[in-house]
């Protein structure tokens, strides 16, 4: 069974940075292919980022492009989201997943998630 927590949320200004992290249990984080969903209240959940396995390769979703970057250290088994410039409509409790990243970027099933964590930002 694996574990993700993330960490990292909290309330911030519009145009602050926040850095999220999502620490994984078990020996395999870096065989697989990770990202980030979030899911603000009354709306549909909603793909951010995601990343292959080695790093190699990016996906982000067209809000946050240009902003938001996502990076993996696999000695650590961590997974982060370094959000910049951040918006009002960035709220949202962000989860951290496990998955292919075709699955993570169009919606199909995802193998593990996060409990999530709250990001809030005030304009």
């Known amino acids: 069974q694996v574990k993700l927590v993330e960490s990292g949320g909290g309330l911030v200004q519009a145009g602050d940075s926040l850095r999220l992290s999502c620490t994984a249990s078990?020996?395999?984080?870096?065989?697989?292919?990770m990202g980030w969903l979030r899911q603000a209240p009354g709306k549909d959940r909603e793909f951010v980022a995601a990343?292959?396995?080695?790093?190699?390769?990016?996906y982000y979703g067209d809000y946050v492009r240009g902003r938001f970057t996502v990076s993996r250290d696999n000695a650590n088994n961590t997974l982060y989201l370094q959000m910049n410039s951040l918006k009002p409509e960035d709220t949202a409790v962000y989860y951290c997943?496990?998955?292919?990243?075709?699955?993570?970027?169009?919606?199909?099933?995802?193998?593990?998630w996060g409990q999530g964590t709250q990001v809030t930002v005030s304009s």
């Open positions: 997943a496990r998955g292919p990243t075709n699955h993570i970027v169009r919606g199909g099933p995802i193998e593990y």
């Open positions: 078990g020996r395999t984080f870096s065989s697989y292919d």
């Open positions: 990343i292959t396995w080695s790093g190699g390769s990016t």
